[in-house]
């Protein structure tokens, strides 16, 4: 299943590449040329049906739990003071999302989104630590009975466009898709400094049902 965030590239890209297929068959006699590029156009074909592909997920129902808004690797767990929504200490969990990752984010808590912000920046290596600061992203904050959950998508050294369907206001339910960042990203999740953090460093998450932390 490829994600309707997607369709707009997925389709041009089918385009190019059955455009450079077709092509090179027809037009170059060179087998060697002709292999190569052939062979180069499936593998980028490959590569882009995987990355925006949209596998459905089984979401945890209890509220108490924060689940990843993104697949990917746990690459920092940090005690800070998040000033923006929270505005308290809270935990820090960044979630670095490869380019073979699946990039569909997903609603880490039900609630109401409470706060969005995008931020314009620039495009620094999204494992970096200047990333979370520097380059582009999406702020958003939900909030309900439980306490509040604030989480950033940030903008890679690839990735250059962040889709995110949300605005204040709006009723958001845990594991359900609200946008995606193409080619390569990063999400860092700011739980509650009393939560009980679920994951540890390099750990695997998958958007949707991977609790990394539970609110007390």
Avoid at 61 to 87: H, R, W
Avoid at 93 to 122: A, L, Q, W
Avoid at 145 to 171: E, H, N, T, Y
Avoid at 196 to 208: P, R
Wanted: aromatic share 12%.
């Amino acid at each position: 299943m490829i994600t309707d965030y997607g369709y707009d590239v997925f389709f041009i890209v089918t385009g190019i590449c059955l455009a450079l297929a077709l092509g090179s068959y027809f037009f170059i006699d060179n087998v060697i040329v002709k292999t190569t590029i052939v062979s180069l156009t499936i593998i980028f074909f490959i590569f882009t049906l995987n990355f925006f592909q949209d596998p459905e997920r089984v979401t945890p129902q209890e509220d108490n739990l924060i689940i990843s808004p993104a697949d990917g690797t746990v690459i920092k767990i940090e005690n800070v003071f998040e000033d923006k929504y929270m505005k308290s200490e809270a935990t820090m969990i960044c979630i670095f999302m490869s380019p073979v990752n699946v990039h569909v984010n997903r609603n880490p808590i039900s609630g109401t989104v409470g706060y969005f912000d995008y931020v314009k920046g620039e495009f620094f290596a999204a494992f970096e630590d200047k990333a979370s600061l520097k380059n582009e992203q999406t702020h958003i904050g939900i909030e309900n009975s439980r306490g509040k959950v604030f989480f950033k998508q940030i903008a890679g050294f690839i990735a250059r466009r962040i889709v995110a369907d949300l605005k204040v206001g709006d009723s958001a339910v845990a594991g359900k898709r609200f946008g995606m960042i193409k080619f390569g990203s990063r999400v860092d999740i700011y739980v509650p400094k009393n939560a009980e953090i679920k994951v540890s460093m390099n750990q695997k998450t998958v958007a949707g049902e991977t609790v990394v932390a539970v609110m007390k």
